[in-house]
């Protein structure tokens, strides 16, 4: 929080009525809207969701130590409390009202990644090209919410802001821009996650290219990055996007393109990427400890917004070399007794799972992979026929590799996936699980020595409790019991 917020800001910015204390001289260090986590001297937002109402924990955050609390009402045994009690019409708007107003004080550079895969790990990347005094949205804060969360972290020495922006519908990422103001930006891809709430592509489109229509009818865009080999996203800028706003573009088949993607590499053995680019007639090689070809263009995305920032080429080499993966994004593991697991548990989307299933069968092709597939969730009425493309592809890429491995699908529409798979595959061994928790004797069971595990799934399959079941029970890896199989 930038040091001269105090108290009486918050109560201006958001319109509230003082309650309780009106000792508002106070400097403001934090907000938080968590009362499990909430640290003495932090402001305490009462937040309702569609399972949870945080104004029932105002007593709690007031006696763990709350500097004042900002609230839609007080509750009666509050109401004589020590502290000031900052009234609002709507908790959420008052969060982005103060997000808003350090907006408002900030100078530096603000820049937006969207996307419907590679955000997080593009906006990571990004983070590390700009260098020190940077500020990235923690973890996936990508909503309106998290993006004024991300505001309110802000601090005095702070010389560049960056912002994930994802969505679940329309004019979410407008709401962000029209708040926050990012002055530069990328859209990674446009795919196929979320289709279901959208209603089709044409939704993701439209939902994803408000991050250029407000670049391009802002005064003070300083460039875009742009993603040649996406047609969708090359059609977003040129509808939305001046040709007179500085960009740049970069592409693995384009060799035309300010950033060319000239040659990929996984490491037969570990998975880790190598990537050469060109760039103004010169040769930059990075070496990154992640899984996965599309990490190439996640790389390139971050380049040309560094590039446009006015990092030089130079120091965005030196730089490279720090980035690392973003959790559950890509990241490799090594099990011990050669067994390799990638944990790329985050999330899935049929485009996505499609290339990391591309990016595993680049690895030794005498190792074995497991490849344990998580459902695709909000994908609606369309689950069904993207789950099939997937499992279709992937009989395909089995057959054209002959290479060995063992496919559990977990969750009710991977089914679709999995009976696909048979059609192409009916010799290979597949299994069903329910759940997360079923699946973990499953791939305990399963694994052996030299195996390359590749986990992905939505979020809510939680399939990262698998990957640290693995990673911190590794000796339950051998000493599961063999399942009955399920063909």
Not at 318 to 325: A, G, K
Not at 393 to 405: E, F
Request: glycine content about 8%; aromatic content about 4%; overall charge neutral.
């Amino acid at each position: 929080m930038l040091s001269k917020t105090t108290l009486q800001d918050l109560a201006r910015w958001t319109g509230a009525q003082v309650l309780g204390s009106n000792a508002l001289t106070q400097p403001v260090h934090s907000v938080s809207s968590d009362s499990r986590t909430l640290k003495q001297g932090e402001v305490f937002v009462a937040l309702r969701g569609d399972s949870f109402d945080g104004h029932q924990f105002i007593a709690q955050a007031i006696s763990m130590g709350a500097l004042a609390i900002i609230s839609e009402h007080v509750p009666a045994e509050v109401k004589q409390a020590s502290i000031p009690l900052l009234q609002v019409k709507d908790s959420l708007q008052a969060y982005v009202a103060i997000g808003k107003a350090l907006r408002d004080s900030f100078s530096g550079k603000v820049l937006g990644i969207t996307g419907s895969a590679g955000k997080s790990s593009t906006k990571d990347m990004v983070g590390v090209l700009l260098g020190p005094n940077t500020l990235v949205s923690p973890k996936s804060y990508n909503n309106l919410l998290g993006t004024s969360k991300t505001l309110c972290l802000i601090e005095d020495t702070t010389k560049n802001l960056v912002l994930e922006m994802g969505m679940n519908g329309l004019r979410e990422i407008q709401a962000m821009c029209e708040n926050f103001r990012p002055e530069a930006g990328v859209i990674t891809n446009i795919g196929t996650a979320h289709i279901g709430k959208l209603g089709g592509q044409s939704g993701i489109y439209q939902a994803k290219k408000e991050l250029m229509d407000w670049l391009g009818t802002s005064s003070h865009c300083w460039g875009v990055g742009i993603n040649l080999d996406d047609p969708l996203v090359v059609q977003a800028i040129a509808e939305a996007v001046p040709k007179k706003t500085p960009r740049l573009t970069y592409s693995a088949k384009d060799s035309k393109a300010d950033i060319f993607i000239e040659k990929t590499q996984i490491n037969a053995q570990t998975g880790a990427l190598t990537v050469d680019f060109k760039v103004e007639g010169r040769l930059i090689s990075a070496r990154l400890p992640h899984f996965g070809i599309h990490h190439a263009h996640n790389l390139a995305a971050a380049m040309a917004l560094a590039r446009l920032a006015g990092i030089s080429w130079d120091l965005m080499e030196e730089r490279i070399v720090q980035v690392v993966p973003s959790e559950s994004r890509g990241q490799l593991i090594d099990l011990g007794k050669s067994i390799t697991l990638i944990d790329e548990s985050y999330n899935s989307n049929p485009s996505a799972l499609i290339s990391s299933l591309e990016s595993v069968m680049k690895m030794d092709p005498h190792r074995r992979k497991v490849l344990v597939l998580g459902e695709m969730r909000e994908l609606d009425q369309f689950s069904e026929t993207l789950h099939r493309e997937v499992g279709q592809a992937l009989g395909k890429l089995l057959m054209k590799t002959g290479q060995r491995a063992e496919v559990v699908c977990v969750g009710a529409d991977s089914r679709f996936l999995r009976e696909e798979l048979q059609e192409e595959m009916p010799q290979l061994v597949t299994h069903g699980v329910p759940d997360v928790d079923a699946v973990k004797p499953w791939v305990s069971a399963l694994l052996a020595p030299g195996d390359i595990v590749l986990v992905k799934g939505s979020r809510g399959n939680a399939l990262d409790q698998l990957v640290k079941h693995l990673k911190w029970d590794k000796e339950s890896v051998f000493s599961a019991g063999s399942p009955s199989q399920k063909k």
